[in-house]
Nanobody, 122 residues
Framework: QVQLVETGGGLVHAGGSLRLSCAASGFTFTNYHMAWFRQAPGKEREFVARISRGAGMTRYADSVKGRFAISRDNGKSTVTLQMNSLNPADTAVYSC???????????????WGQGTQVTVSS
C-alpha cells in the first residue's frame, strides 16, 4: 500500500521557521522525483519545490526561492522541506507528491499525501 505521510506542520509567527517531513512507503522511493505543493483556502494548488531522484537537482517556485530548502534521504525514504522566514502568504496545506517521470524535464505526479497545515500569523 502506497503511503505518503506529511508531518511537521503547525502555527508559527511571521519570520519563523518550520520543517516539514514526508515519509514514503509502498513504492520504490529512489525511482521517483519528489515534490512539495501547497494549497491555500480558496486558491488552486501551487508548486513549491521539487528534488530529483538522486537529490542532485532541485527547483523552487519563485515565491519561496531563498527561503525554503528541499532535501531527501533515500535511505529513510523521506523528503523534507525546511521553511525559513515564513510570512502569512505561506499559510496553506502542504502536501508531498511522488513523480514517476523518467525525465527531470517532465512531470507525472503519481502519488500524493494528505497534507499538513501550516499557518503563519502576522
Amino acid at each position: 500500500q502506497v503511503q505518503l505521510v506529511e508531518t511537521g506542520g503547525g502555527l508559527v509567527h511571521a519570520g519563523g521557521s518550520l520543517r516539514l517531513s514526508c515519509a514514503a512507503s509502498g513504492f520504490t522511493f529512489t525511482n521517483y522525483h519528489m515534490a512539495w505543493f501547497r494549497q491555500a483556502p480558496g486558491k488552486e494548488r501551487e508548486f513549491v519545490a521539487r528534488i530529483s531522484r538522486g537529490a542532485g537537482m532541485t527547483r523552487y517556485a519563485d515565491s519561496v526561492k531563498g527561503r525554503f530548502a528541499i532535501s531527501r534521504d533515500n535511505g529513510k525514504s523521506t523528503v523534507t522541506l525546511q521553511m525559513n522566514s515564513l510570512n502569512p502568504a505561506d499559510t496553506a496545506v502542504y502536501s508531498c507528491a511522488a513523480d514517476s517521470s523518467d525525465s527531470w524535464f517532465r512531470t507525472n505526479y503519481k502519488y500524493w499525501g494528505q497534507g499538513t497545515q501550516v499557518t503563519v500569523s502576522s
